[in-house]
C-alpha cells in the first residue's frame, strides 16, 4: 500500500475516494443487478435463470453480511469481542415482526382486529403497553434502529464504566443473549413464546409472498448492506476509527493521552448493535419468522467465525465470510445435514491453520504481490 | 456611574470565576513547587518531607537508588497519587493537589512512563496525530479532518525526535529507542510545559543514548524537563542541575560534580555503585 495522509476530507464521504470502498460498492452493486437481471429477465428453464427461491436466499445473505460487518466494527476494530450481537440483530427482528404482525389486523385465525393470534390463543384482553405504536410504519422502523441502539447503551454504558473488557465482556455479553433468549420463549413476555411471530402478509402495503416483493427485499437489503458498510468505513477511517484501533492496542495509554475510552467504545458498540437490528429487520421479513432461536448464544458464535473467516479488521471480510460460509451451509444441510457442524468446525480449524487473517488476508496478499510485480516490470522498463 | 456601570467594573476576580485552564503563572520563577511533601503507605513513608522546585525551561535530572521514591515522585506531580501532607503548586497558580489526572494532563504536564506503549498498527504519523492537543470528544474526534496547520505542526515534531523518514511505517516496526522517541514526540504534541520522563535510556544502545541526550537538551528552554535516570554515563551528560534522592527525601542538589563529591551521596549511591563496578 501506498503511505498515506489522514485525509481531509469530509468524514462521511471520505469511504467514496478509497479503492477497497470502490471496489467493494462495484462488486455488490454489479451482483444485485446480475442476479436482478437473471431473475426478471431471462425466461423460466433456462440455466441461468434465477429464481424467487434463490433470490429470497440471497437475500437472507446480505442481512447476515450487515451483521457480520456490524460485528466486525467492534471487534475488528475495537477489540470488544461481542458473543452476544445476535441479541440486536434479534430484538432488531422483533421490531420488524411486530409491525408485521400488527398488519395482519382481523385476517388472522380468530379474526381478532387488533390482537394477533397468540395473544387471542392465550385469552389476553388487550394489547400490552409495548405492542402500541408498532401498526405505523414509522414508529415500528425507528424502533428497529432504537431498541437494539438503547439496549446496547444501558448495556455498554455499565459494562464499559467499570471497565470490563476481554474475555469478562465476552462472557457477559453471551450471557445476555442467554437471558433474553430464556426470557422470550416465555408466552408471559408478550412476543409469542418458543413459536415467536410468524404468518405476516404485508409489508408497507407490499404482498410478502408474491416474487416482486422478495426481489424488493433482496435489493433493500443489498442497499443497506452498502450504506452501513459505507458508514462503518466512515468510523474507522476517521480520527475516532485510530481512536478505536489505539484503544484496542493499549487501552490505558488511550485513555492516558486524553480520551475518554469508555465514551467511545459505548458509541461505536451502539452504531454497531444498531446496525445488528437493521439487518435482523431486513431478516424477518425473508425468512417469514422471528423466534427466540435468534437469541441463542450458539448463533452469535456463529456470526464471529464469519467475520473471523472472512478476515477481521477489514469490513469486507466480515461480508465475504458471512456470504461463504452460509452458502455453504445452505448447501451442506441440503447434501448431508449431519455434517454441517463438523464441516463448519473444519472451515474455521483450516482457515485458522492456513490463513490466519482470512480470506481477506489472501486477498491482500495477492494484491500485494501483483502491486510489486507491476512495480518490478516497471524498474525494468525504466 | 449609572448602576449599570458600577457593576462592570471588577477590581477583583474570584477564584472560581477565573477559566479553569487559565494559562500556567511562571512570573515568580518556579514552574514546579513541591513543599514538605509526604506520602506514606500503612505507616512506611515513601516520601518523606520533600522540598523541590524546578525552575521554567530548566532540565533536571533525579537520580538515587531503587526505593529513594523517584517514582512516588512522579505519581504525585501527576495526581497518580495522593501525598499525606504537604503542597505541590504547577506555576504558582495550579495547585496540583486539588486537581484529577486528566485535568493535569491539559494543564500541560506530560509523562513519559519507563516502557515504551506506542500504537504498534497506527503509523507514526497516526501516533501523533491522536497525541495531539485537541477536542478529544467523541463528535469532534469523528468529524476531524486534517488540516494543513495540523501536519505542519506533525511534521515539526517528526523533525525533532528525528522519525520523519519513518512516518508512514507502523510503529510496531520501530527499535526501542525509536519507540522511545515517538513516545516522547507524541507528549510535545500536547505541547506540554514540564516533561516528565522516567528512564528514557533504559535497553538503548550508545548511539540511540546520545540521539535521546540531543533531544532532551535540545527540549530543554522551551519545556522544562525532569529526567528520572538510573544511567550514571547518560545523567552526567545531560544534566546541568542534579537532585539525589535517598528515602523519600532530597539528599543532596547541584552541578552533577558537586554531587558526586558530597560524602552522604558517595556513601548511599555512587559509592556503592562503584564498589559494584569495581
Not at chain 1, 458498510?229 to 489505539?246: D, M, P
Not at chain 1, 480520551?259 to 459505548?266: P, S
Not at chain 1, 458471512?322 to 448431508?336: D, E, P, Q, S
Request: glycine share 10%.
Amino acid at each position: 500500500m501506498m503511505p498515506q495522509l489522514p485525509s481531509s476530507r469530509f468524514w462521511l464521504t471520505r469511504p467514496f475516494g478509497e479503492r477497497t470502498t470502490q471496489v467493494f460498492l462495484g462488486v455488490l452493486f454489479t451482483a444485485l443487478l446480475v442476479v436482478t437481471v437473471l431473475h426478471v429477465a431471462v425466461p423460466q428453464g433456462s440455466p441461468l435463470h434465477v429464481n424467487a427461491y434463490t433470490v429470497n436466499l440471497f437475500g437472507k445473505y446480505l442481512s447476515y453480511a450487515l451483521l457480520a460487518v456490524a460485528v466486525d466494527l467492534v471487534w475488528g476494530y475495537l477489540g470488544i469481542l461481542s458473543l452476544g450481537h445476535g441479541a440486536f440483530f434479534a430484538i432488531g427482528g422483533y421490531a420488524m415482526g411486530m409491525y408485521l404482525m400488527r398488519q395482519i389486523g382481523d385476517r388472522g385465525t380468530y379474526g381478532h382486529p387488533v390482537l394477533p393470534d397468540f395473544m387471542v390463543f392465550l385469552n389476553w384482553e388487550s394489547l400490552p403497553w409495548y405492542w402500541q405504536g408498532f401498526d405505523m410504519a414509522w414508529f415500528a422502523f425507528a424502533m428497529v434502529l432504537l431498541a437494539p441502539g438503547m439496549l446496547a447503551l444501558v448495556f455498554g454504558f455499565l459494562a464499559f464504566r467499570s471497565r470490563v473488557t476481554g474475555v469478562y465482556l465476552s462472557i457477559i455479553t453471551q450471557a445476555l443473549t442467554f437471558a433474553l433468549m430464556l426470557a422470550f420463549f416465555r408466552n408471559e413476555m408478550g412476543f409469542g413464546g418458543n413459536n415467536g411471530l410468524t404468518d405476516f402478509r404485508e409489508l408497507l402495503g407490499f404482498n410478502l409472498r408474491s416474487n416482486d416483493t422478495r426481489l424488493g427485499l433482496f435489493l433493500a437489503t443489498g442497499v443497506a448492506l452498502a450504506m452501513g458498510y459505507i458508514l462503518c468505513r466512515a468510523i474507522v477511517t476517521s480520527k475516532l476509527g485510530r481512536v478505536c484501533v489505539a484503544t484496542r492496542d493499549a487501552e490505558a495509554r488511550t485513555r492516558f493521552i486524553g480520551y475518554r475510552v469508555e465514551r467511545f467504545q459505548l458509541f461505536v458498540f451502539v452504531v454497531s448493535a444498531m446496525l445488528a437490528g437493521l439487518a435482523g429487520a431486513l431478516y424477518v421479513p425473508q425468512v417469514g419468522i422471528i423466534n427466540p432461536s435468534e437469541f441463542s448464544p450458539l448463533f452469535s458464535i456463529e456470526i464471529v467465525l464469519w467475520v473471523a473467516l472472512g478476515g477481521r479488521a477489514t469490513l469486507y471480510g466480515a461480508v465475504i465470510g458471512a456470504i461463504l460460509v452460509n452458502y455453504a451451509k445452505t448447501i451442506f444441510t441440503g447434501v448431508m445435514p449431519d455434517a454441517w457442524l463438523f464441516a463448519l468446525g473444519a472451515m474455521f480449524v483450516l482457515v485458522t491453520v492456513l490463513l490466519p487473517k482470512g480470506v481477506a488476508g489472501l486477498l491482500r496478499k495477492r494484491r500485494r504481490a501483483v502491486e510489486s510485480d507491476n512495480a518490478g516490470t516497471k524498474e525494468a522498463i525504466a | 456611574m449609572s448602576l449599570l456601570q458600577s457593576f462592570k467594573t471588577r477590581d477583583r476576580v474570584f477564584e472560581f470565576m477565573a477559566p479553569a485552564a487559565s494559562p500556567v503563572d511562571v512570573r515568580h520563577g518556579p514552574i514546579l513547587y513541591m513543599e514538605d511533601v509526604t506520602v506514606s503507605f500503612d505507616g512506611f513513608k515513601a516520601i518523606n518531607k520533600l522540598n523541590l522546585t524546578i525552575d521554567d525551561g530548566e532540565l533536571r535530572c533525579i537520580i538515587g537508588p531503587n526505593g529513594a521514591g523517584k517514582t512516588t515522585m512522579m505519581d504525585i506531580i501527576t495526581g497518580k497519587t495522593r501525598p499525606t501532607e504537604g503542597s505541590v503548586w504547577f506555576g504558582s497558580r495550579h495547585n496540583l493537589l486539588n486537581m484529577n489526572e486528566p485535568e493535569i494532563a491539559s494543564l500541560g504536564i506530560g509523562r513519559k512512563f519507563q516502557k515504551p506503549t506506542v500504537f504498534e498498527a497506527l503509523s507514526v504519523f497516526e501516533n501523533l496525530e491522536l497525541a495531539m492537543a485537541a477536542d478529544k470528544r467523541i463528535f469532534p474526534t469523528l468529524t476531524a479532518r486534517m488540516t494543513g496547520e495540523i501536519k505542519d505542526r506533525i511534521d515539526e515534531v517528526l523533525e525533532t525526535i528525528g522519525l520523519t523518514q519513518l512516518r508512514f511505517q507502523p510503529a510496531g516496526i520501530l527499535s526501542h529507542g525509536q519507540k522511545q522517541w515517538l513516545e516522547i514526540g507524541m507528549l510535545l504534541m500536547q505541547r506540554p510545559r514540564l516533561l516528565l520522563v522516567d528512564e528514557p535510556v533504559a535497553g538503548m544502545t550508545e548511539q540511540e543514548m546520545e540521539r535521546t541526550a540531543e533531544l532532551l537538551t535540545g527540549l530543554a528552554g522551551k519545556q522544562s524537563v525532569v529526567v528520572v535516570e538510573h544511567d550514571m554515563g547518560f545523567v552526567r551528560s545531560i544534566a546541568r542541575k542534579v537532585t539525589v534522592l535517598h528515602q523519600g527525601s532530597v539528599l543532596a542538589e547541584g552541578s552533577m560534580d558537586q554531587v558526586s563529591c558530597d560524602p552522604k551521596v558517595v556513601e548511599v549511591y555512587l559509592g556503592a555503585d562503584d564498589e559494584e563496578a569495581a
